[in-house]
């Protein structure tokens, strides 16, 4: 007697046999090798391309530095930077080389601690629901154009700042903020570096295990000693990761240099002068301006090979810092 129930379809039931058959193990190995070598080829571009950079910068520095109006010498231990102004060309380096730090140093100055701030608030002060709704909104700002905070820029921070200017003029520095300054592209820098630090600073807080925490609560500390005690150092390569990724970035940053910080290049430390990047160098260099076989079109190449290796520093500096305090939890 069947054991089936009565309103069983018989005509649906099927030999196990027919409900598919078994894969081949020769299309399966094959399958693996083509996403294998998918990957490979994907690694091995990115490495090609960053050859293929390497090679380019090189070649053309190598021909700018072939021209007899530069030296090695110059370049490297000179503080005059004009080739494009009157018959004699000066092309030492650092001149563009303190514009970019300049820019670079008031940008960290400005998003690092409020990054850092920020992260904390995010991993451990805020609830759930804030948090959902704040964090998304400041990685809005790394999404914004870097042409659009040029813009904010010129329209926004430089005529608030001029504001400031009586009182300069009464301190007799002769710091005046003009319409292009190194602290208002410092700061837009600053406002579009921002949600780097804040994001990988909240994610490394957040990665730091819960039981660290409760510890730390069981033997009396406060809200904020477990956070800057604990947490906080518990995360510190991660978070020393994301400042090094940000301060790259704004040593990289072009449009609002170009746009914000003016274009004389000259060593200063004062934010209301007028500087120039290497980054708004190459800008004003393949504007058209200059000819294409030219010294001064060459120069743009060695620019770019020095910010290269600037930020190859900085990537190198961060993989240090990550094995020197990487921290493993079970």
């Known amino acids: 007697m069947s054991s089936l129930p009565a309103n069983t379809d018989r005509g649906a039931i099927r030999d196990p046999n027919s409900l598919g058959r078994p894969k081949s193990r020769a299309a399966r190995v094959l399958r693996e090798r083509i996403i294998v070598g998918a990957l490979a080829v994907a690694a091995t571009f990115s490495i090609f391309v960053t050859t293929t950079i390497v090679v380019v910068l090189a070649k053309e520095t190598i021909g700018f530095f072939e021209f007899p109006e530069v030296s090695i010498s110059e370049f490297f231990f000179s503080a005059e930077w ?24 008031i940008a960290a100055s400005f998003a690092i601690p409020v990054g850092l701030i920020s992260a904390i608030y995010l991993s451990e002060y805020a609830s759930p629901r804030v948090r959902a709704t704040l964090k998304p909104a400041l990685e809005i700002l790394a999404g914004i154009p ?7 820029a010129l329209t926004v921070l430089t005529p608030v700042l001029q504001k400031l200017n009586p009182f300069l003029e009464r301190l ?17 820098t600053g406002i579009m570096i921002l949600p780097i630090v804040c994001s990988l600073s909240e994610d490394a807080l957040r990665a730091v295990p819960r039981s660290l925490r409760d510890g730390a609560f069981a033997l009396g500390g406060t809200k904020f000693d477990v956070s800057v005690k604990v947490v906080l150092p ?40 007028e500087v120039q990047t290497m980054t708004a160098y190459m800008v004003q260099i393949f504007l058209g301006d200059a000819p294409a076989f030219g010294v001064e079109y060459k120069s743009s190449y060695a620019v770019a ?15 240090s810092v990550l094995r020197r305090f990487r921290e493993e939890y079970d």
């Not at 007799?172 to 837009?188: E, H, K, Q, R, V």
Request: aromatic fraction near 10%; proline fraction near 3%; charge should be neutral.
């Open 234 to 273: 518990a995360a510190l390569s991660g978070i020393v990761a994301a400042f090094l990724l940000a301060i790259s970035r704004a040593v990289g940053e072009t449009m609002i240099v170009a746009l914000a910080a003016g274009g004389i290049a000259q060593i200063t430390a004062n934010p209301t002068a």
């Open 305 to 319: 090979a020095m910010l290269f290796l600037m930020t190859f520093g900085l990537t190198m500096v961060g993989q």
């Open 82 to 105: 004009n080739p494009l102004l009157g018959a004699e060309k000066h092309f030492g380096i650092w001149p563009l080389i303190a514009g970019t730090l300049l820019v670079t140093l």
């Open 146 to 152: 870097t042409v659009v905070y040029g813009f904010f």
């Open 172 to 188: 007799g520095d002769g710091w005046t903020f003009g319409n292009y300054n190194a602290m208002s592209a410092g700061l837009a």
